[in-house]
Antibody, heavy 117, light 107 residues
């Protein structure tokens, strides 16, 4: 059974940094591209970033490019999202998901990231 | 960026009824459309990919159709557990984008 567990969401001030982790199990993690997607009541679901299986190729939505970095450690079956220069509009539930057939497939339960002073 | 417009925003139906949800893309996306179901407090769950292919474990009461710019998700007979919010999503062009959702609630 595919399991994805996001951690790291805590209250952070605008301009601050945070690293989210996503621990994966139940599937061959190193064979799968992975994504981060976020959700807010106001903007709905928003794709954030995708990383290829080997970690060589990265994709970002425009609003986070240059501030967020997606990475992975295949030896630890873990996906990361380093978030810098956080803004109030980054407040959201952040989900990690497997990325197969060009779409987010299995999703974790999410971690809440509030950005506020 | 491709904008996906879902309609209606809310669909009020009774168990056993048929639900028809629409998703329209701002430009052609071939068949690169997926549908997700989300229940309160849960993550989205993939239902349909490539417009008409059911994901693993999804019952045959769910079906998808369409291509180009107009797509439909049909639930042939609503079960109590089907009352939820449904989202469409395109992967034809980066960035991936999602529709605003259709809430299917109990009439």
């Amino acid at each position: 059974e595919v399991q994805l567990l996001e951690t790291g969401g805590v209250l952070v001030q605008p301009g601050g940094s945070l690293r989210l982790s996503c621990a994966a199990s139940g599937f061959p993690f190193s064979n799968y591209a992975m994504s981060w997607i976020r959700q807010t009541p106001g903007k709905g679901l928003e794709w954030v970033s995708t990383l290829s299986a080997a970690g060589a190729d990265t994709f970002y939505t425009d609003s986070v490019r240059g501030r967020f970095t997606i990475s992975r450690d295949n030896s630890k079956n873990t996906l990361y999202l380093q978030m810098n220069s956080l803004r109030a509009e980054d407040t959201a539930i952040y989900y990690c998901a497997t990325y197969t057939r060009g779409i987010p497939d299995y999703w974790g339960q999410g971690t809440l990231v509030p950005v506020s002073s | 960026e491709i904008v996906l417009t879902q309609s209606p925003a809310t669909l009020s139906l009774s168990p056993g009824e048929r639900a028809t949800l629409s998703c329209r893309a701002s430009q052609t996306i071939g068949s690169y459309l997926a549908w997700y179901q989300q229940k309160p407090g849960q993550a989205p769950r993939l239902l349909i990919y490539r417009a008409s292919n059911r994901a693993t474990g999804i019952p045959a009461t769910f079906s998808g159709s369409g291509s180009g710019t107009d797509f439909t998700l049909t639930i042939s007979s609503l079960e109590p557990e089907d009352f939820a919010v449904y989202y469409c999503q395109q992967r034809s062009v980066w960035p991936l984008t999602f529709g605003g959702g259709t809430k299917v609630d109990i009439k």
